[in-house]
């Protein structure tokens, strides 16, 4: 589906600041339970930003950084499914600690049957 991931992203959330100081988009594909971060969810990181881009239906993690306290980025986590042309917000973690990615798998195990 061909779509622009800022404008589908701020859509769903307003008060996003956008890439403010980076961040990235990947599809999740399976889990890997053997480890408990980010590596935990498995699959491709994909291009995303203020230009439209094909992407196929499946699930979508994107992280964005934004300015945080005391010049720390905040990593804010949301997980997405695109369907029958519609991207749809499943879950987000605000500032996530190390451990955030354990806190998606039931979503992720349940989107995946």
């Not at 988009?25 to 889990?31: M, N, P, V, Y």
């Not at 905040?74 to 500032?95: K, P, S, T, V, W």
Request: proline content about 2%; hydrophobic content about 35%; aromatic content about 12%.
């Amino acid at each position: 589906m061909l779509l622009n991931w800022y404008e589908e992203i701020t859509t769903i959330d307003p008060d996003i600041k956008f890439r403010s100081s980076g961040g990235w988009l990947k599809t999740i594909e399976k889990l890997d339970k053997s480890v408990s971060n980010g590596f935990s969810l498995v699959g491709d990181f994909v291009k995303s930003g203020d230009f439209d881009e094909d992407y196929p239906e499946g699930i979508y993690l994107d992280c964005n950084k934004e300015q945080g306290r005391k010049k720390k980025a905040q990593n804010d986590y949301r997980l997405f499914r695109l369907a029958n042309g519609e991207l749809r917000l499943l879950d987000m973690i605000i500032d996530g600690d190390g451990s955030w990615a354990c806190d998606f798998w039931d979503t992720i195990e349940e989107e995946l049957v």
